[in-house]
């Protein structure tokens, strides 16, 4: 054999000894590697997490496969699927993780079910999850029962909320039942929004309540139908953070609050107490805020200023605190507001709110407080129990008392963002 013929086959000869087992080991940790690359750049979509996806996750290793010894080892097909199975689980898993710890915005929940601890897997037929923000892939993927789900809108600083709710109450008894009364009934339509902006150290509040009830009942002969709600309230506050501290800041607050409707003083009255834009009340006010947080605040006010004025001339000027020949009013004061959003449970919301205004020229005091109980009974269905105290002293044509108004009302029941 010529030299030449020698030196070839000895080429071959090193190449199939030592070269391809080295190649086919590579290859078996590549497959790996080159797997856990393109899993991690799907987007991930699912129809159950585990409880287990939130624990913390321990670094994926490499797969490999040892020789032994006295044998070749071999492998089979279900068991290199088997260990890839196990490698794309731990990446899911590390990816989920990763994305609710760091950034738990782009993960969209729908349709929870109440967190069960002695279930380790929860999962129902129509239930859906979303992780958004990823780019798209060309990739085909099955999503079985899953339905194409748009993400949320990304408002940046902006944020919107509110709530619709029209209920009412009724009582019914006939002429000679044995313990009297009087059948009556009685709508109310609530509609609250809030428009707040907030970037830095700086935010802005914007708040609109409106409250209409009206009632009937067979003792009034004059009017089928009398108003007991009419509330127009619109506020906007501006903070800015105190260098002090992080969650106390000073501000500078509008509150405007009005009537819509004619009210009248008695049953069977002609008297009227109330119209539109009858009283109002303006207050402005700059003071100091701590705030727990976006429910929970206690607002201090020293520099501020009332206006008092009726546009409506049946209205008597003294029973709003004017005198005869007066429409308008004004006079500095000092402005304390308080409120509180305490929630039990899913199904039970305690909100409560105190406004109270005392002046420094006059003895006049303001002082309205009222507690709100939402008890939930589904998604559109709610129980309504309020209670408000007002204390105010500025009529002129009676002797001021606490006013106490209470009403437990049931109906439908929104709340939109």
Known sequence: MKMKDKFICSLWLFFFVFL???????????????????????????????????????????????KKQTSPFTTTKFQEQCQLMILKEKIRRKVVNRIAVEKPELIDCYNLNPYDSNLDKVQVEERRFMISGLEPTKAEIKVGKIKEVN?????????????????????????????????????????????????????WENDFDLKIGFYNTEEDTIRAFRVNNDVFDISTLAAYQTWFSKKVYYSAAVDFKTSMFTGYKKTNSNEIVSAFLSPTRMYFSLGMECRYNNKTSI???????????????????????????????????????????????????????????ASYTSKNIEFDWEVVGKFIINRYLSTRLSLIMRYDNTPKDEEARIQVQEQLSFGFNYVFR
């Open 299 to 357: 607002r201090i006010a020293p520099a501020a200023y009332k206006l008092l004025f009726v546009v409506d001339d049946r209205i008597d000027p003294l029973h709003v605190g004017l005198d005869s020949t007066e429409t308008y009013v004004g006079y500095p004061g000092c402005l304390a507001q308080a409120k509180i959003d305490w929630r039990f449970s899913k199904e039970i919301n305690l909100t409560s709110k105190i406004d109270f205004f």
């Open 151 to 203: 993400s949320q809108k990304d408002n940046g600083p902006w944020s919107f909320d509110g709530n619709l709710a029209l209920q009412f109450s009724q009582y019914y008894v006939t002429k000679n039942w044995y313990k009297g009364g009087t059948p009556n009934a009685t709508f109310l339509s609530i509609l609250d929004y809030n428009i707040d902006y907030r970037k830095g150290k700086f935010m």
């Open 20 to 66: 391809c087992p080295t190649i086919w080991a590579q290859g078996k940790d590549s497959l790996s590697v080159n797997n856990e690359k393109d899993v991690l750049f799907f987007p991930i979509i699912f129809d159950s997490i585990k409880v287990s996806d939130f624990f913390p996750i321990i670094e994926p290793q490499e797969i490999t496969y040892k």
